[in-house]
């Protein structure tokens, strides 16, 4: 298999890290060789949080390069704009329709872009979700980014029950059932 290069964006407490753990587990899973990377600027201070996933036969190394990228997971819509000029021509973007400002913008420093969907849906293959208020239909607020997985799951080369499976043995037991009812919300939505 021709490595796979996955990346995942967001802002600091977003569940990033976690998707990218469920993520590498399925590839594990499958019987791939995996690299994860993950880079963290200010991200407990609610800064931008980025994390490579590589899968294939044999991966060298775990960076995934401008314009490589076939699947971009951004749960934060500037983050999407930030990361964008990381995916390959014919990749996909799924972005949870969420804003957070970045500090400058909270300082009064920057302003936050306007339209960023419509720009980017311009140049790229996008789909979009509220998943913020999904979740929260659910039940559960923190769940958001299984949602946003779900939707990623159905471009990527495993089965609902694959996904099931490692979220299963990935999420803390008390959050199981919820992060499953998540994932499967986000996997019918396309």
């Known amino acids: 298999m021709e490595t796979k290069n996955i ?4 802002v600091g407490g977003q569940g990033t890290l976690l998707t990218s753990r469920i993520l590498g587990g399925l590839a594990v ?7 994860l990377s993950e880079v963290h600027g200010m ?7 980025v994390t490579f996933v590589r899968y294939g036969d044999k991966v060298a190394e775990p960076i995934v390069e401008e314009g490589c990228a076939d699947v ?7 983050e999407a704009a930030r ?9 996909v973007m799924i972005i949870n329709d969420q804003r957070i400002d970045p500090m400058p913008v909270v300082i009064g420093a920057a302003k936050y872009p ?5 720009l980017l ?3 790229f293959r996008i789909y979009t979700i509220d998943a ?5 239909k659910l039940g559960n607020s923190k769940v958001f980014n299984v949602i946003v997985l779900g939707i990623a799951a159905q471009h990527m080369d495993y089965s609902e029950e694959d996904w099931l499976a490692v979220i299963e043995k990935t999420v803390p037991a008390k959050t199981v059932e919820i992060n499953k009812k998540a994932f499967q919300l986000g996997y019918s939505k396309i």
């Open 114 to 118: 306007e339209n960023i969907l419509e």
């Open 121 to 123: 849906e311009k140049n």
């Open 7 to 10: 990346m995942i964006v967001g």
């Open 72 to 78: 971009i997971i951004a749960f934060e819509k500037l």
């Open 132 to 136: 913020l208020s999904e979740a929260k």
């Open 29 to 35: 899973h499958a019987g791939y060789d995996v690299k």
């Open 83 to 91: 990361y964008a000029h990381y995916l390959k021509k014919n990749g």
């Open 43 to 49: 991200a407990q201070r609610g800064g931008s949080v």
